[in-house]
């Protein structure tokens, strides 16, 4: 499975961003979908995850409210959708697919957060 990110780039504080994730080499809609993201120094933490059908969706704390995770199993793909944006945010942003024992990683996109 394959799995490209897109979206990221430098924005200004209260800003957004929309990160999509096109997913290829496996059947999508049967994996959960995850949003991760590394700061500099940092673990890995996880950001936001969707159910294979989308109904159900969860986030860090640090970010509920102003992202927001959707699919379209008809296009593979999932999004990310960030809203008041904070410096706190910068990371590298990681798409993540998910299923029994099986997991697949994207190369990750770059988000930076900076007046």
């Known amino acids: 499975g394959q799995l490209v990110e897109s979206g990221g780039g430098l924005v200004q504080p209260g800003g957004s961003l929309r990160l999509s994730c096109a997913a290829s080499g496996f059947t999508f809609r049967t994996y959960a979908m995850n949003w991760y993201r590394q700061a500099p120094g940092k673990g890995r933490e996880l950001v936001a995850g969707?159910?294979?059908?989308?109904?159900?969706?969860n986030y860090a704390d640090s970010v509920k409210g102003r992202f927001t995770i959707s699919r379209d199993n008809a296009r593979n793909t999932v999004y990310l959708q960030m809203n008041s944006l904070k410096p706190e945010d910068t990371a590298v942003y990681y798409c993540n697919a998910r299923f029994s024992f099986v997991d697949y990683w994207g190369q990750g996109t770059q988000v930076t957060v900076s007046s």
């Open positions: 969707i159910s294979s059908t989308g109904i159900s969706t």
